[in-house]
């Protein structure tokens, strides 16, 4: 018999662990809140097709299991662009310091195309047929041996074993489970922060990238002013242009329009009057997005309780589990920690079953290996 199972959420986590079962001969179902998928990755392409990044950008090489499991999909990188004169500015009403970017040991990459071009793959590997898009679920109720996923619409989907990917908060503010979760776990979610819920970042598309011709890297660093950090943003053939960064948290109180105007106002303040002939202003406030940010009870530390070991286990019998970079024991909140946690959640529900297996018993979980 087969058994089903349904992963929430088609970001990195889900998608990857959609993936890996996938090569165990493993099918999975897909629900999806938003109308896109990827979640906190979101590559937006610009008036002249640059490809500008609203969600997830950077990652290194000591990020070796995305590194991998990049190169498992084909998938190129390339090095951040940080060469020249860098602007530092602290206070509003001195002008800018400018210093030259020492070479890092350190250095950062990006996907060629776009961080999307890893979600697009990834859905390819995994079929978009198994992907439903528009399901927000809202509770979970176990019922003798089936796990019952209830929407918005208060259609009722059932499952065998269930997968969250959601950030652990976002889970506990808005789904309902039956029986509840215990208390002292619900607690953890609640205070587990969700990397980068209410950053707004924006991208500037130009048709030239004035700056390098000027000696300058593209980077910005500011205490003062709209822009708290910048970079350069060119896409990995050198053809289309971008410079690329975030904005304060005081900028969601601006209308779209006057943030344009306040960010290319401030670019000219760096970089001069070429900084006006830009071709394409673009912006996201994550604080806007219900299906990332949450609100928090009391003030949480970045990556306050990432992979706290409640996630580290399966409730109601192993039929229900938490996956999501938050639930990662190393780097909790980065593309790196949602590959982890894909890997080993689906090696603990691997493992789980082949032992049920082994003790001649039916595999509680569901999986049929
Ligand atoms: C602005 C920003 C910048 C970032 N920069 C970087 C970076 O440079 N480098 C880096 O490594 N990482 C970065 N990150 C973090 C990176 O994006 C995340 O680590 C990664 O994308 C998380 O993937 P995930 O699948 O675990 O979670 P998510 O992408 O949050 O996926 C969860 C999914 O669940 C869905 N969902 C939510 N509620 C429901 C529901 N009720 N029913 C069904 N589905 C639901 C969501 O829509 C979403 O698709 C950044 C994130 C942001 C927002």
């Excluded at 980065?334 to 789980?352: D, F, K, P």
Aim: a neutral charge; proline letters at 4%.
């Amino acid at each position: 018999m087969n058994k089903k199972i349904i992963i929430l959420g088609a970001g990195l986590t889900g998608l990857s662990i959609a993936y890996l079962l996938k090569k165990n001969g493993i099918r999975t179902q897909i629900l999806e809140a938003r109308n896109r998928i990827g979640g906190r990755i979101e590559t937006i392409k610009g008036n002249q097709d640059t490809p500008i990044e609203m969600g997830a950008t950077w990652l290194g090489e000591k990020h070796k299991t995305l590194v991998n499991f990049l190169n498992e999909l084909g998938i190129e990188k390339f090095k951040q662009y940080n060469h020249g004169i860098a602007f530092f500015e602290t206070m509003s009403f001195a002008p800018p310091q400018e210093f030259l970017i020492p070479e890092s040991t350190e250095p950062s990459f990006r996907i060629k195309g776009g961080s999307s071009q890893l979600i697009e793959k990834l859905v390819s590997e995994v079929v978009l047929e198994n992907i439903t898009l528009n399901q927000v679920i809202i509770k979970i109720e176990k019922q003798d041996d089936h796990v019952h996923l209830i929407n918005r619409k208060n259609e009722s989907i059932s499952a065998d074993l269930v997968i969250s990917t959601l950030p652990p908060k976002l889970f506990a503010k808005t789904i309902s489970c039956t029986p509840s979760l215990p208390q002292g776990v619900l607690n953890i979610f609640n205070t587990t922060q969700t990397w980068m819920e209410n950053s707004i970042k924006f991208g500037v598309e130009y048709s030239t990238p004035f700056w390098k011709k000027n000696g300058q890297a593209g980077s910005v660093f500011s205490q003062s002013s709209i822009i708290p950090e910048m970079y350069d943003h060119t896409n990995f053939e050198e053809n289309k242009f971008a410079l690329k960064g975030f904005l304060n948290g005081s900028a969601s109180q601006y209308s779209k329009q006057e943030r344009e105007e306040k960010v290319i106002a401030t670019l000219v303040k760096f970089f001069g009057k070429e900084a006006e002939n830009h071709i394409g202003y673009f912006d996201n406030n994550w604080e806007n997005e219900r299906f990332t940010f949450s609100p928090s009870d009391t003030f949480l530390f970045g990556h306050q309780n990432n992979g706290h070991h409640v996630y580290q286990n399966g409730y109601w019998e192993n039929q229900l589990w938490f996956a999501g970079t938050e639930t990662s024991m190393n780097y909790g909140g980065y593309m790196e920690g949602a590959i982890q946690s894909a890997q080993n959640t689906v090696h603990r529900i691997l493992q789980l079953s082949q032992v049920k297996s082994s003790q001649g018993l039916t595999p509680k979980s569901g999986l049929d290996l």
